[in-house]
């Protein structure tokens, strides 16, 4: 088996909408060029906890004792 050689690839930057040319090994082509990777990770994480919160059951508050007798003491 020889060793994995990274090749110049050609790709559309989906995060900056233009056409990046980088060095990668096999694979799938990269959806991101290496000067928007981190803006795009950062606002697709946003949109990530922005639905994961919309999907929790309420707004947070803070801890409620349930009803009941109260404390001896």
Do not use: D
């Not at 994995?4 to 060029?33: D, L, M, N, V």
């Amino acid at each position: 088996m020889g060793t994995r050689q990274k090749k110049p690839i050609t790709f559309w930057c989906e995060h900056g909408s233009h056409e990046a040319t980088e060095e990668h090994g096999p694979g799938q082509a990269p959806r991101y060029c290496a000067e928007h990777h981190a803006e795009a990770q950062r606002a697709l994480n946003a949109l990530r906890v922005k639905a994961h919160r919309k999907r929790q059951k309420g707004p947070r508050t803070g801890f409620e004792r349930p009803p009941g007798r109260p404390r001896k003491g």
